[in-house]
């Protein structure tokens, strides 16, 4: 997760496996440096895969009100990618930043393992 100004877009075209199309505007330079991290490091780009309101994407507003853009994101791990059930960008005054803040919720089975019993020996 970070401030990293990356527009990564909704373009996923050969991408499929590490962003989903549901981003928004036009990948920028920062967008294809922070693609190429998450490929490197086997990461999925959460806020890309579920189908939200523009206005749960916007993680930065402009003094002015008028430009929004999809610039803060948290990556997770592709084998979580089916675990994501909820990303958005939480609005507020209460920040003190023109930044929102980017909720992420993960749901995780995890299995108990068992240890198997050791012989005594002499």
Known sequence: MGDLNAKVGSDNT???EYMGKHGLGVRNQNGERFLDFCIGNN???GG???KLKDIHKDTWN???GKTRNQIDHAAINRRWRSSL???RAIRGDGFGSDHNLVFTKLRINLKIKKKTPTANTI
């Open 43 to 45: 990461l999925v780009i």
């Open 85 to 87: 059930v909820d990303i």
């Open 14 to 16: 050969g991408f499929e």
């Open 62 to 64: 402009s003094p002015d």
């Open 48 to 50: 890309t895969i579920l």
